[in-house]
């Protein structure tokens, strides 16, 4: 059965690129209305523009670590098209950014550490505070979708500390908020995906680096991730609340299985 969002506005973070933007694309070709947000308002644009003129899209710029911005992008999306439906909070920051990749507990400077938290999950929190807030005054339900990373789910080489605590941190405030917005017809989920072959990604490390740990064979790339938030906004996924989901090739799968 095809997914058909029509009539549905759907709000992006971090849709200026990667996962974000094939999101954007996937949810257009949903039928949503599709508001990109990032904090580089041209790569916001350039993405709006990609989804026009088959379907309607705004381009707000916000850094999700502001909460003025945070509230100004849910705003501005009840402003243009008067509701919000779905949101997917996918903006966050890797450990290359940060400077902390091979860098254990004692060795992280505390501007790393606060990169990360402040952005994958105080980030996250923010977003999820002014769409819940517009969701449960609207009182017609909603859908959020996270992204976190394997990370949040079991330990992973390289990760480092602050990005594994700020990724198990989205995975258990999505649980939590899972119950607390069920009442409203609310359904909270999050996505944890595993390598996956981005522009950035490629920048640093070919494919058969990236997938040489994945039961797959291949890293996994962003329309893996955006077929699974396009899903899980669904009303395929009706049932479906509080659940993490790791889109990794089998990665955790083998880490269970050698545990």
């Known amino acids: 059965m095809l997914i058909d969002l029509s009539g549905r506005t759907v709000l992006v973070t971090g849709g200026g690129s990667g996962i974000g933007r094939e999101a954007c ?11 990109v947000v ?6 916001a644009e350039e993405t709006a523009a990609l989804l026009r003129p088959d379907t309607d899209a705004i381009a707000v710029r916000a850094d999700v670590t502001s909460e003025g911005d945070v509230s100004n992008m849910v705003a501005q999306a009840v402003s243009h098209f008067g509701k919000l439906d779905c949101a997917f909070n ?4 890797g450990v290359a950014e940060a400077g902390t990749s091979g860098k254990r507990l004692h060795e992280l400077p505390r501007a790393s550490w606060d990169m990360l938290i402040g952005v994958n999950l105080t980030g996250v929190w923010l977003c999820m505070k002014a769409e819940l807030e517009h969701m449960v005054a609207r009182g017609q339900g909603g859908v959020i979708v996270n992204n976190a990373s394997i990370a949040g789910l079991i330990g992973f080489p390289k990760a480092s500390n602050a990005y594994g605590a ?13 119950f607390e917005y069920a009442p409203d017809n609310i359904r909270i989920n999050v996505i944890c995906p595993g ?6 990604t490629a920048a640093h490390a070919t494919p058969e680096v990236v997938g040489s740990g994945v039961p797959l064979g291949r890293p996994g790339s962003p329309e893996d991730i955006a077929s699974m938030a396009v899903y899980l906004s669904s009303d395929q996924a009706a049932f479906i609340t509080g659940m993490a989901f790791a889109v990794d090739g ?8 050698s545990a």
């Open 195 to 200: 390598p996956i072959m981005t522009a950035l």
């Open 38 to 43: 990032d904090r580089h308002l041209a790569a």
């Open 90 to 93: 996918n903006a966050g920051v």
């Open 25 to 35: 694309i996937a949810y257009a070709a949903s039928g949503a209305d599709v508001v």
């Open 250 to 257: 089998g990665v955790t799968a083998g880490q269970l299985a």
């Open 166 to 178: 700020a990724k198990h941190g989205v995975v258990g405030m999505t649980r939590q908020s899972a």
